[in-house]
């Protein structure tokens, strides 16, 4: 009686572990919530969503995330400033030093141009 007893309690903790990690196994992002609270749901589910995401995010937060152009029309900015900076000067900068200075924010950027005299 007692193994039985065991054996149950073994089994039904090991299936509720499994059940417990595949529950946890999901992701959640910011991304994810902003597309949620531009399909207009309810607001249970965002407030469940934001729950579980740790934090709910602004409205600014979501249309730069919703909107990735600005990002493309930033780095399109920032390589047309570097060929109008090396057009007349004998510095050119390789590919992968655009890609190091693309990947930078704005502040340390301008500051590592100047810092060269490339700005």
Known sequence: MK??????????ALFSLNALA???S??????????LQSQAVASSQ????ARKLGFAP?????RSLLQPQFTA??????SQQLRQLQRGSVIR??????????ALPAA???EVLKRFGLR
């Open 108 to 110: 340390e950027r301008a």
């Open 46 to 49: 965002l407030d469940a969503y």
């Open 93 to 102: 900068l390789n590919k992968r030093a655009e890609q190091k200075l693309a």
């Open 22 to 24: 595949s529950n946890n």
């Open 58 to 62: 602004g409205v600014n937060e979501c």
């Open 73 to 78: 029309q930033g780095e399109l900015e920032l």
């Open 3 to 12: 193994l039985l007893v065991n054996a149950v309690v073994s089994l039904t």
């Open 26 to 35: 999901y992701v959640y992002s910011n991304i994810e919530y902003c597309q």
